[in-house]
């Protein structure tokens, strides 16, 4: 693979800046340039591994033939699992696996340079600072308890079956549950109108903890599996056009 090219880090700044880079490439692998690591990933290849490099980039190669390997290796196959599994939860287990090398990686630096407890609990606390690469990719980054709770005092103040659009400054579309098909003015009706929001592609129900996405030109909701879309990918759209609106605007 990699063997160590590149300056190999000795300080906790240095271990940092490292995790940094290899975080920034893997997140990069399973959000922005997803398709095209779903592509190297061939179930019909021999064993692949998942690579964060330090200049936020990635790869997607054979483990290192050296036994034992200079650096920590990350998960060994993910490509046998990929046709087995709803693409994002084969992402979501990627991404597991990731957080898990990136955390060996870094304190396999820290070991070798005889980082003691205070340099070993300063390096967690700036690694526990970012978001993990499981909570960037599944779009559930938690937040502060004090930031959480603000937030849920205007959301709330909404159904519960909708998540509050948000403002124009940051728009993204993805909603993760469909809203009930009428506003409060049937009052005895609620219950049977929360469960009649159904999927634009496959016309099924709305499932508890599905993924859904809205289309904002003809508003109609869908299957995150329906039309191809993780919550990786939707936090990277900005207007979300479904299969059907994408079709008549080409034809137009």
Request: charged residues 30%; proline residues 8%; contains cysteine.
């Amino acid at each position: 693979m990699e063997g160590i090219p590149h300056p190999i880090p000795r300080t906790v700044e240095e271990v940092f800046s490292d995790f940094q880079g290899r975080r920034a490439g893997l997140i990069k692998a399973l959000t922005t340039d997803v398709e095209k690591f779903y592509q190297q990933c061939d179930p019909e290849k021999e064993n692949l591994c998942l690579y964060g490099l330090p200049t936020e980039t990635w790869e997607v190669n054979l483990p290192v033939e050296e036994v034992p390997p200079e650096l920590p290796e990350p998960a060994l196959g993910i490509n046998f699992a990929r046709d087995g599994m709803q693409d994002k939860d084969w992402l979501s287990l990627v991404a597991v696996h990731s957080d898990s090398w990136l955390l060996a990686v870094a304190f396999y630096f820290g070991a070798r340079f005889g980082f003691g407890k205070n340099e070993r609990k300063r390096l967690f606390h700036l690694i526990n600072e970012l978001p993990t690469i499981f909570e960037v990719v599944t779009g559930n980054i938690k937040q502060p308890k004090d930031q959480s709770a603000a937030n849920n005092n205007s959301s709330r103040s909404k159904s519960s079956g909708k998540v509050s659009r948000p403002s124009e400054k940051e728009a993204k579309p993805v909603k993760m549950s469909p809203p009930p098909k009428e506003e409060d003015e049937s009052g005895d009706e609620e219950e049977d109108d929360e469960q009649g929001a159904t999927c634009g592609a496959c016309g099924e129900s709305y499932g508890g903890d599905e993924f859904w996405i809205c289309c904002d030109i003809c508003e109609r909701w869908f299957h995150g599996k329906c039309v191809k879309i993780t919550p990786a990918k939707a936090e990277h759209i900005k207007q979300y056009k479904c299969p059907g609106c994408s079709s008549k605007r080409a034809r137009v």
